[in-house]
């Protein structure tokens, strides 16, 4: 028996689970697996919306069969391109020789460019309609929510948004579908980890497609994205979220990443977030960037103001997992964060200098001055590490009014 089900009466949820992929693009590690969800309209004309990796596309392909039960599948609508959701597509028009493939101009550039060229292109616009039946499909554009051909299609009969990555995150669906048949805590986090990481940069854009599906006045009385839970219960919740992760709005709490090597400089990150306990903060994540990987450094760092960072020095420069982060964090565009240095030196330093000029690349605001300790942290060190976390507390307890 293959697991379907159904979203509303004559719409159906067709995704896959995936376990056995370790790293999502080969980067993000995927402890807790992900899905590819793809959906089914069954009307007078029939749709899918989007397809699946291409290693989960039999599986994909029976679904389909057994709704359709032989009847053809009229239209395949492309949202997105990346393979992971574009992977089946040749092998859904060669069983459906006759299926139209609907997208915008960049999403056929893109299909060509990975596949080849296909048939039956359906070239869509900004705000065209396209009707199955008793189902209205209505396009719109959202480039760069996170690659140029991104677009969402909204169902107007019962409200249902297909959102492509947008409003999705990791975690396979281990038997519940929907919002209200899951443990929401567990998938908030990997959606903010999803975000943090692959959308992030594109906070400006996710903003401008925000505003063009509340311009556009449409009850989002369902979302169904490519990855994790499908949203019916309470919509607005991801939506709440997105809002704030793409103006990095923030929650109280200090992430303290370092590198050490032999144990100095995670004795000064130890005492900074004693200090900030003593002085009321309670939302304190100290990660070892050596042994936690940078996807989960990035999601904490996107939730919370406070961030202190310690490196040793390494051949004269940052310790390599700290240089990692330092890099992901140029890259991501993030904003509006407090920022503390702290580190080791012997023969060279590296570390701390290198840290410093991460602060003047991305212009947060520092707090307190960088602290750099002669092989092990004396009194003195340990004093400026306290010092660090009394301004950023007396920063953040400021905020909570």
């Not at 080969?26 to 291409?54: C, H, M, Q």
């Not at 310790?319 to 982060?325: G, Y």
């Amino acid at each position: 028996m293959l697991t379907t089900a159904n979203i509303t009466d004559e719409i159906y949820y067709i995704g896959v689970n995936d376990r056995e992929t370790r790293l999502f693009e080969n980067l993000w590690p995927l402890d807790r697996g992900v899905s590819y969800n793809a959906y089914l309209i069954d009307d007078e004309k029939t749709a899918v919306f989007d397809t699946v990796k291409n290693t989960k596309t039999n599986v994909f392909i029976e679904k389909i069969d057994s709704i359709l039960n032989d009847r053809p599948l009229d239209y395949l609508v492309i949202n997105h391109m990346e393979p992971d959701h574009s992977g089946a597509i040749k092998a859904l028009q060669d069983k459906y020789p006759d299926l139209k493939l609907v997208g915008n101009a960049k999403t056929f550039e893109l299909l060509d460019d990975f596949y080849g060229p296909l048939k039956n292109y359906h070239t869509i616009k900004d705000g065209d309609q396209l009707s199955l039946g008793k189902h209205t499909l209505n396009f719109y554009l959202t480039p760069m929510v996170h690659w140029p051909e991104t677009m969402m299609t909204y169902e107007s009969t019962t409200g249902t948004l297909f959102s492509m990555d947008a409003f999705g995150g990791f975690g396979t669906l281990d038997g519940g579908i929907f919002d209200d048949e899951v443990n929401l805590e567990f998938y908030m986090d990997e959606t903010r980890r999803y975000y943090s990481n692959i959308v992030g940069k594109y906070g400006a854009m996710v903003q401008k497609a925000l505003k063009k599906l509340k311009d556009a006045h449409i009850a989002m009385n369902i979302i169904a994205p490519t990855h994790g839970p499908v949203w019916r219960s309470d919509p607005q919740c991801i939506i709440d979220h997105y809002d704030r992760w793409s103006r990095a709005e923030t929650e109280e709490g200090v992430v303290i990443v370092y590198g050490s090597m032999y144990g100095n400089t995670q004795k000064m990150a130890d005492v900074i977030a004693r200090r900030l306990s003593e002085n009321g903060i309670k939302n304190i994540r100290i990660y070892d960037a050596s042994k936690t990987h940078v996807s989960y450094l990035i999601s904490d760092l996107w939730r919370f103001k406070g961030v202190v960072l310690g490196s040793c020095a390494y051949n004269t420069g940052l310790f390599p997992t700290m240089e990692t982060l330092v890099n992901k964090l140029e890259n991501s565009q993030l904003k509006d964060r407090l920022l503390g240095i702290f580190g080791t030196a012997s023969w060279s330093g590296g570390g701390v200098s290198n840290l410093n000029k991460f602060a003047e690349k991305i212009k947060w605001q520092q707090v307190g001055e960088s602290v750099e300790a002669r092989s092990s942290p004396k009194e003195k060190d340990f004093q400026q590490c306290i010092a660090i976390a009394d301004e950023m507390a007396e920063l953040l307890i400021k905020e909570r009014s």
